[in-house]
């Protein structure tokens, strides 16, 4: 079994090409899911290593171990709540949360991400009636993410109408984040989590990628600031 395994590993290993797991890893894996239960449950911003939007039922990927905010959503909905909505705007695609809820229509799934781009999925034409991905090209600003946050992202939550929304907040869309080649700021990070505290009645963000140490936690800090701004998005 795939957590056992991850379970096991005592020394530094390479268990895919890109994402190394040792002695510690499911510790780690294991707290941050938790902690990502406990945010969903107060409506709090679960600040975690590592990220869980790439990680499959049963697979590690990109630095993804377990899917964070899909445990989060599960734990929610065993304990009452219906209907959920996932919005990711970590600059890759979540291609192990759409995996895992594709086809269920209790769970909506919104992304925003570069595109072409790693994973490789999320493109134009990977939609369904519970799957919403908008792709944007590399060098999309500040204007071109609060125009499709505007335009796509919250006719599609509202149409949806959750009881619960769930932020994947990834901040490597950043103009200085070394993985990617977004051009986003600070301002439009919380313009972004101010547009996401309005989608419904409940909202708890986690966080996914984000890796410039020197400029995630003043990103971390702008996104914390719009959580907080309870106005209406307009």
Not at 52 to 81: D, I, K, S, Y
Not at 110 to 116: F, I, N, R
Not at 132 to 158: K, Q
Request: net charge negative.
């Amino acid at each position: 079994m795939y957590i056992e395994r991850l379970a096991a590993i005592e020394q530094p290993t390479l268990v895919t090409l890109d994402t190394v797991a040792s002695e510690t890893t499911f510790e780690a894996a294991r707290l941050a899911a938790g902690l990502a239960i406990e945010a969903a449950r107060r409506g709090g911003f679960a600040l975690v290593r590592p990220p869980g939007h790439h990680a499959l039922p049963a697979e590690t990927m990109g630095f993804c171990f377990v899917n964070n905010v899909a445990v989060a959503a599960r734990r929610m909905q065993a304990e009452g709540v219906e209907r959920i909505a996932i919005v990711d705007f970590d600059v890759h695609h979540g291609n192990g949360t759409e995996e895992i809820f594709r086809g269920d229509d209790s769970v909506l799934y919104v992304s925003l991400h570069q595109w072409p781009f790693y994973p490789g999925t999320g493109g134009p034409d990977d939609q369904d009636e519970t799957t919403l991905n908008i792709p944007l090209p590399a060098g999309s600003t500040d204007a071109e993410y609060v125009d499709a946050f505007a335009t796509r992202v919250e006719p599609a939550v509202a149409g949806f109408a959750p009881d619960l929304v769930l932020v994947s907040a990834g901040f490597d869309a950043h103009t200085e984040d070394p993985l990617a080649a977004m051009r986003v700021t600070a301002p439009a990070f919380r313009e972004l989590a101010r547009r996401c505290a309005a989608l419904g009645p409940r909202v708890a963000a986690i966080l996914e990628g984000g890796y410039n140490l020197a400029t995630l936690p003043r990103l971390v800090e702008a996104a914390l600031a719009g959580f907080r701004d309870t106005k209406t998005a307009g």
